[in-house]
């Protein structure tokens, strides 16, 4: 019993409160989250930069296309009280680990579109993956006190908080990367004019 105490007393800091032990693993774990967020916000603008050539090759008005973005602001409001249910109930992981399962979901149903030629594939799937933005915005701050110490909670948040929004902005530069060469072809411009 006087080992317990002693044991007890190494665990606490000088004021009595409980010592945080700081994995040096965290800093991965930040990455992967980090990551996760990334391909959220390349899923919600990937058709951002490239409305007028999907509309033109799946047939279907640039409202349409423009919808896939506009489902993930929609999507936020029922998915922000299901994360919230999640997290409180089953923890940090099964909330990034159902948002990560919805957003795979999401974007392999967007894929069905190669087999089915039907735009509304990549809506459904935009749907269902814009249900998992929540699930990765909504834990950055659980995330952060659980990892991470006091003099890291800022930084860890900052660069939690920043990951979609930098996925949004890969979303805007990458599309045009794929599409360079059709850019270029005459036709193509006289596509975007009609």
């Known amino acids: 019993m006087i080992q317990d105490l002693d044991a007890l007393r190494l665990s606490l800091d000088s004021r009595g409160n409980p010592k945080l032990i700081l994995y040096t693993y965290r800093w991965i774990i930040l990455l992967l989250y980090c990551l996760a967020n990334i391909a959220v916000g390349i899923t919600m603008m990937s058709f951002g930069t490239t409305a007028t050539v999907v509309s033109k090759i799946y047939d279907v008005s640039e409202i349409s296309v423009q919808l896939c973005a506009l489902s993930f602001l929609l999507m936020f409001f029922p998915g922000n009280f ?4 999640v997290l409180q109930r089953w923890g940090l992981k099964t909330c990034i680990t159902v948002g990560s399962c919805l957003l795979l979901l999401g974007v392999w149903v967007r894929v069905l579109v190669l087999a089915f030629d039907s735009f509304y594939c990549v809506l459904g799937g935009s749907v269902i993956a ?22 890291e909670r800022g930084t860890a948040t900052a660069f939690g908080s920043m990951a979609m929004p930098l996925g949004t902005l890969t979303s805007f530069l990458l599309p045009n990367l794929f599409f360079e060469e059709l850019f270029d072809r005459p036709e193509f411009r006289f596509y975007v004019l009609i």
């Not at 299901?82 to 249910?85: E, G, K, P, R």
């Not at 814009?130 to 003099?151: C, E, M, R, V, Y």
């Open 82 to 85: 299901i994360s919230l249910y």
């Open 130 to 151: 814009a249900l998992s933005q929540a699930f990765f915005q909504n834990p950055i701050a659980k995330l952060t006190t659980t990892w991470f110490g006091d003099k």
